[in-house]
């Protein structure tokens, strides 16, 4: 499910311009993060995949729908999207009826629902919270709980806002394990984040936002080691990027197998 936006611009009720003039394609099964200070636009840019905004020009595909012509709960089945803060997402009385909710709205067979919610709960590991109220379980799960309810709708582009804030070192892998999951399936992933070093980690293209416009575009080794570019939007490269370039790295690194092979060679 490619995805294709073409000279979008968008502005406020305020009058302030969010984006201007943002041109990029994200092909069917990417794992893209965007990237950029508070207010750059990243937010606002995939509000426009799923139709919760509306371009004021240009215009936004997914596949070979429109999103401009078409309604929110259509492109619920294309498109899923959770929130930064889960409590915006949450309303059911229970785990396994707020996960169940998303493909039984979607019209999933029973036997193909029953298969999808298992799915979603064994990999953020919820199976054993099914009865719960979500609003019973800490900040942590209910963001896993989020997580889960989107993945079960089976959407072949999955947007996630800020996974990583606020959570502990085993979320973060169990999100990562999540990430690689759905990329193993083939799903377009496309992250908005400030955490740079999960950024690294986890995905191949990174997309740098600033005052509404496309900073730097390319493969996240390539993107990431933009320190001076980066800088123009308060974005700093990983510490292990760092790190080489200090030590008079050739190439960019950007995680710890990354770093030691790079060190391997040149011990030799």
């Known amino acids: 499910m490619n995805i294709e936006v073409r000279d979008l611009h968008f502005v406020y009720p305020t009058g302030f311009e969010a ?30 995949f799923n139709g919760l905004l509306r371009p004021a020009s240009g215009s936004v595909f997914i596949g070979d729908w429109d999103a401009a012509r078409c309604s929110v709960a259509k ?10 803060n889960p409590d915006e997402q949450l309303f059911s009385r229970d785990v396994g009826t707020e996960v169940r909710f998303g493909p ?12 999808l919610v298992e799915r979603a709960l064994s990999l953020t590991g919820l199976t054993d919270k099914v009865e719960i109220n979500p609003y019973d379980l800490s900040p942590t799960w209910r963001k896993m709980v989020a997580l889960a309810s989107v993945i079960a709708m089976d959407t072949p582009v999955v947007i996630f806002d800020e996974p990583t ?18 990329h193993a399936l083939g799903r377009t992933v496309i992250t ?54 200090r030590l008079g790295f050739k190439e960019t690194v950007r995680n710890q197998e ?10 030799r």
């Open 19 to 48: 984006l201007k003039g943002i041109s990029i394609s994200i092909g069917a099964g990417e794992q893209v993060a965007l990237v950029g200070q508070n207010g750059a636009g990243k937010t606002t840019l995939v509000r426009h």
């Open 75 to 84: 492109l619920a089945s294309r498109v899923g999207y959770v929130f930064q």
């Open 104 to 115: 039984r709205n979607l019209g999933y067979p029973k036997e193909k629902a029953d298969g």
């Open 165 to 182: 804030t606020g959570q502990d070192a085993a979320t973060i892998a169990r999100i990562a394990h999540v990430i690689a999951e759905l």
């Open 192 to 245: 908005i984040t400030h955490d740079i070093d999960f950024c690294a980690e986890n995905f191949d293209r990174v997309i740098a936002l600033s005052n509404g416009q496309v900073l730097l575009d390319g493969p996240a080794g390539e993107v990431l080691g933009q320190e001076e570019i980066l800088a123009r939007t308060y974005v700093e490269p990983p510490q292990l990027t760092r790190l080489g370039k």
């Open 258 to 267: 990354e770093f030691l092979a790079v060190v391997a060679r040149s011990a």
